[in-house]
Nanobody, 127 residues
Protein backbone atom coordinates (compact mmCIF):
# COMPACT_ATOMS: atom_id res chain seq x y z
CA UNK A 1 0.00 0.00 0.00
CA UNK A 2 1.34 3.41 -0.98
CA UNK A 3 1.47 5.86 1.88
CA UNK A 4 2.82 9.32 2.58
CA UNK A 5 2.51 10.46 6.16
CA UNK A 6 3.37 14.00 7.21
CA UNK A 7 4.36 14.98 10.72
CA UNK A 8 5.99 17.86 12.52
CA UNK A 9 3.34 20.53 12.21
CA UNK A 10 2.15 22.57 15.13
CA UNK A 11 1.77 26.01 16.65
CA UNK A 12 4.79 28.29 16.67
CA UNK A 13 5.38 31.99 17.23
CA UNK A 14 6.49 34.28 14.45
CA UNK A 15 10.20 33.89 13.89
CA UNK A 16 10.16 30.30 15.05
CA UNK A 17 10.98 27.07 13.23
CA UNK A 18 9.39 23.74 12.44
CA UNK A 19 10.64 20.67 10.63
CA UNK A 20 8.11 18.71 8.64
CA UNK A 21 8.67 15.07 7.78
CA UNK A 22 7.09 12.97 5.05
CA UNK A 23 7.44 9.22 5.58
CA UNK A 24 6.98 7.21 2.39
CA UNK A 25 6.15 3.55 1.87
CA UNK A 26 4.87 1.29 -0.87
CA UNK A 27 6.85 2.72 -3.79
CA UNK A 28 10.44 3.15 -4.97
CA UNK A 29 11.33 6.34 -3.18
CA UNK A 30 14.57 6.94 -5.10
CA UNK A 31 12.74 7.40 -8.40
CA UNK A 32 10.47 10.17 -7.22
CA UNK A 33 10.34 13.90 -6.71
CA UNK A 34 8.95 14.91 -3.35
CA UNK A 35 6.93 18.08 -3.37
CA UNK A 36 5.62 20.22 -0.55
CA UNK A 37 2.39 22.14 -1.04
CA UNK A 38 0.23 24.16 1.28
CA UNK A 39 -3.32 25.41 1.48
CA UNK A 40 -4.15 28.38 3.63
CA UNK A 41 -7.74 29.02 4.72
CA UNK A 42 -9.78 30.32 1.80
CA UNK A 43 -6.90 30.06 -0.64
CA UNK A 44 -5.86 27.62 -3.32
CA UNK A 45 -3.23 24.94 -3.05
CA UNK A 46 0.21 26.36 -3.74
CA UNK A 47 3.61 24.81 -4.22
CA UNK A 48 6.32 25.58 -1.70
CA UNK A 49 9.32 23.42 -2.47
CA UNK A 50 10.34 20.16 -4.07
CA UNK A 51 13.35 17.89 -4.27
CA UNK A 52 14.47 15.25 -6.72
CA UNK A 53 15.33 12.28 -4.55
CA UNK A 54 17.68 10.77 -7.15
CA UNK A 55 20.00 13.75 -7.55
CA UNK A 56 19.05 16.07 -4.70
CA UNK A 57 18.09 19.02 -6.90
CA UNK A 58 16.04 21.46 -4.85
CA UNK A 59 13.46 24.00 -5.94
CA UNK A 60 11.81 26.79 -3.96
CA UNK A 61 9.19 29.40 -4.60
CA UNK A 62 10.43 32.93 -4.03
CA UNK A 63 8.55 33.59 -0.82
CA UNK A 64 10.32 30.78 1.03
CA UNK A 65 13.81 31.10 -0.40
CA UNK A 66 16.33 31.61 2.36
CA UNK A 67 13.86 30.43 5.00
CA UNK A 68 12.90 26.89 4.01
CA UNK A 69 15.18 23.97 3.18
CA UNK A 70 13.96 20.80 1.51
CA UNK A 71 15.78 17.49 1.71
CA UNK A 72 15.32 13.75 1.58
CA UNK A 73 16.84 10.71 3.23
CA UNK A 74 16.83 7.74 0.91
CA UNK A 75 17.71 5.25 3.63
CA UNK A 76 14.71 6.34 5.70
CA UNK A 77 12.43 6.96 2.70
CA UNK A 78 11.57 10.29 4.24
CA UNK A 79 11.38 13.81 2.94
CA UNK A 80 11.89 16.88 5.09
CA UNK A 81 11.00 20.53 5.00
CA UNK A 82 12.90 22.68 7.46
CA UNK A 83 11.04 25.95 7.95
CA UNK A 84 12.78 28.84 9.67
CA UNK A 85 11.77 32.40 10.38
CA UNK A 86 8.12 31.54 10.05
CA UNK A 87 5.53 34.28 9.80
CA UNK A 88 1.72 34.25 10.11
CA UNK A 89 1.35 34.10 6.32
CA UNK A 90 2.90 30.64 6.46
CA UNK A 91 -0.12 29.35 8.35
CA UNK A 92 -1.62 26.53 6.30
CA UNK A 93 -2.09 22.81 5.99
CA UNK A 94 1.10 21.45 4.48
CA UNK A 95 1.02 18.42 2.21
CA UNK A 96 3.77 16.28 0.81
CA UNK A 97 3.37 14.55 -2.51
CA UNK A 98 5.39 12.20 -4.70
CA UNK A 99 5.76 12.20 -8.46
CA UNK A 100 7.68 9.93 -10.80
CA UNK A 101 7.09 12.13 -13.84
CA UNK A 102 7.11 15.81 -12.93
CA UNK A 103 9.76 17.72 -14.85
CA UNK A 104 12.32 19.83 -12.98
CA UNK A 105 11.04 23.15 -11.61
CA UNK A 106 7.50 22.44 -12.73
CA UNK A 107 7.37 20.39 -9.55
CA UNK A 108 6.65 23.70 -7.81
CA UNK A 109 3.69 24.73 -9.92
CA UNK A 110 2.03 21.64 -11.34
CA UNK A 111 0.24 19.41 -8.84
CA UNK A 112 -1.17 17.21 -11.62
CA UNK A 113 1.80 14.86 -12.03
CA UNK A 114 1.90 13.98 -8.35
CA UNK A 115 0.57 10.45 -7.97
CA UNK A 116 0.68 10.14 -4.21
CA UNK A 117 -0.38 12.59 -1.52
CA UNK A 118 -0.28 12.72 2.23
CA UNK A 119 -3.18 13.89 4.34
CA UNK A 120 -1.45 17.04 5.49
CA UNK A 121 -0.20 18.56 8.69
CA UNK A 122 -1.36 21.86 10.18
CA UNK A 123 1.15 24.65 10.65
CA UNK A 124 -0.04 27.66 12.61
CA UNK A 125 2.16 30.70 13.14
CA UNK A 126 1.04 33.23 15.72
CA UNK A 127 2.04 36.88 15.63
Amino acid sequence: EVQLVESGGGLVQAGGSLRLSCAASGFTFDNYTIGWFRRAPGLELEGVSCVSVSDGTEYYVDFVKGRFTVSSDNTKKTGFLQMNNLNPKDTAVYYCAASSSVYRSSCLFDAGPYEHWGRGTQVTVSS
